[in-house]
């Protein structure tokens, strides 16, 4: 099955996109049987991949747990951390608790990731290419998912980068139906899928927009806590010495050292064969999707393809290459809430603009010169008057702001029943649009949240947000989610960090806009990407290394309560 058409969860059971959904098939192209080439379809890659991981040699090793067992995860011998190496190829490559197909799922792995895994297969039943161990616990099947081939991963989209608030470099589609293409298309192909071409490249060509600050720029403490404000570093995503981010710039980030071409199936030591009877042909693979406008996508690396008239192409997480002139950078917002774990409880957000801070003395209150913008996070003495009948709430750096002009997150006077101990769980008000983060009676983390935007209406029949007291069900990297969450008005792809707390319900970062502080959503609770990184790595389970998703067990993951 070619990569790029491999489905990828959803946040919820629904239709797949439109952008998954074929457009055209391009002209083949003529010349036959010549050598292939690897991206002469990315989908040709998992078959031929495949196929050699079926044939690793090696005895099958015992289990250490009877296999008829429970059904529960087994437990194996600790694998050492420089041992070899397992290679995903499609997204979603399933991490089960026993080495046998339908087994309790512990995780996904995406393309590209390499992760340490036993020297010899846990059986071959029902994948004959044999169930490996993973670090640090699970079995993967070395099948049409993954292969032991590790030089694949020099030619597979490249893993996110979790140091960053963006684990990916992202863009939205510039017009409708920007193609999305499943391997290096030919200048006729080209021209086949983009009959506007020649007058787009001349636009492009005429502009290069300037960018301001994206999250990643935000400067962060291990914890995963911004330090400062945002750094414009020459020479990374796009800034130049000039301390300036192009458009271009932004996507000008090289592919094995910008190789081109990639290197042949025979450089890698894979040899073309036939499955099930049937000569592999990477050329059939030609074919393209279309990208709604405004529709977001992930790069995860980019490179320059002759065949394809010299333009730059980017490798989406599943394999598909969009040409990046058709992409307006998603920089993602780089506002974010506030360390409450130092400054302590009460503390606020401005939710109007242009707010002025205030003077009081002798019964009256001054507007001061100083404003401050919409969403300013502001720490509070608790403090508070009433001056001519209006409410002032006092900073903590002295001056003074009006209660209607901010959200106010104050320490609860009664805690859930669960707040004890070590306990990590999620404080959501939908009627405020905050979120606070608790260890047990501790708060960590206060910020803004956008949740479903009929706040507090019947989540079965509205887009309100679930209330209640969930468990988190499962983390992901990224995600496809629903496009309902965005008036479906365009589709999302691989928004990052993602957290199920109950069915058709997350807590998601998002890319596309900053629009916090506001209920406008369907279901999920969304976050700027600074806070949901924050979230996410802070909220257990933990992700094991080099894996894209991990699921929890019923007593595991943190606790989100949503409260009106």
């Not at 130092?342 to 009256?364: C, E, M, Q, Y």
Request: net charge neutral.
């Amino acid at each position: 099955m070619p990569l790029a058409s491999l489905p990828t969860e959803l946040s919820r059971p629904v239709s797949p996109p439109d952008l998954r959904a074929p457009l055209t098939r391009a002209p083949r192209r003529s010349g036959g049987g010549a050598r292939p080439r690897l991206l002469d379809g990315l989908a040709g890659l998992v078959v031929v991949l495949a196929m050699s991981g079926c044939k690793a040699a090696g005895a099958s090793v015992e289990l250490s747990k009877d296999e008829a067992g429970d059904g529960g995860e087994l437990e194996v011998v600790a694998l050492p951390a420089d041992g070899p190496k397992l290679i995903a190829l499609r997204a979603g490559t399933p991490v089960l608790a026993r080495p046998q197909s339908g087994a309790r799922r512990l995780g996904e792995l995406y393309p590209g990731a390499a992760v340490v895994r036993s020297a010899e297969p846990y059986g071959r039943a029902g994948c004959s290419g044999g169930w490996y161990a993973i670090r640090p616990r699970g079995f993967v099947c070395a099948g049409d998912g993954a292969t032991l081939h590790t030089d694949a991963v020099a030619v597979l989209p490249a893993p996110p980068d979790l140091s960053r608030p963006l684990p990916y470099r992202y863009g939205r589609a510039r017009t409708q139906g920007t193609p999305a293409y499943f391997g290096v298309p030919s200048s006729e192909e080209l021209r086949h899928a983009e009959p506007d071409l020649e007058r787009h490249l001349e636009r492009v060509q005429r502009s290069d927009t300037q960018l301001g600050a994206s999250a990643n720029d935000v400067p962060l403490d291990e914890r995963g806590v911004a330090t400062g404000p945002p750094v414009l570093l020459p020479q990374r995503d796009g800034v130049g010495e000039d301390g300036r981010r192009t458009e271009a710039g932004y996507f000008l980030f090289p592919l094995a050292d910008a190789i081109a071409p990639l290197p042949s199936l025979a450089a890698l030591g894979i040899e073309l064969g036939a499955k099930d009877g049937a000569p592999v042909d990477l050329r059939s693979a030609m074919k393209t999707v279309a990208l709604r406008k405004g529709s977001g996508v992930a790069i995860t690396r980019t490179f320059t393809a002759g065949e394809s008239d010299g333009r730059r192409l980017g490798v989406t997480p599943d394999g598909r290459l969009i040409p990046t002139d058709r992409l307006q950078a998603a920089l993602g917002s780089p506002w974010h809430g506030l360390d409450v774990e130092k400054v302590g409880l009460p503390v606020a957000f401005v939710h109007r603009h242009d707010v002025n801070t205030w003077s009081i003395g002798r019964g009256k209150a001054t507007p001061d010169e100083d404003e401050l913008e919409r969403h300013t996070g502001v720490p509070l003495t608790g403090k508070f008057r009433t001056v001519a009948g209006v409410r002032f709430e006092e900073a903590r750096d002295g001056f003074w702001l009006r209660s209607q002009d901010l959200v106010v997150i104050v320490r609860r006077a009664k805690l859930p029943e669960f707040a004890k101990g070590s306990q990590r769980w999620l404080d959501v008000s939908l009627a405020n649009q905050t979120l606070t983060a608790y260890e047990g009676q501790k708060p960590i983390y206060a910020t803004l949240i956008s949740s479903g935007r009929d706040q507090l209406r019947d989540p079965a029949s509205s887009a309100s947000t679930a209330r209640g007291t969930f468990r988190v069900r499962s983390k992901h990297v990224t995600r496809n989610i629903d496009p309902r969450e965005v008036a479906d008005s365009f589709d999302v792809a691989d928004a990052p960090w993602v957290m199920d707390f109950a069915p058709g319900h997350a807590i998601t970062g998002m890319y596309w806009g900053a629009g916090v502080g506001e209920a406008q959503g369907f279901h999920d609770i969304a976050l700027t990407p600074v806070d949901a990184r924050r979230i996410f790595l802070w909220a257990e389970p933990a992700l094991p290394d080099g894996w894209h998703a991990v699921h929890s067990s019923s007593e595991e993951g943190s606790l989100v309560h949503v409260r009106p």
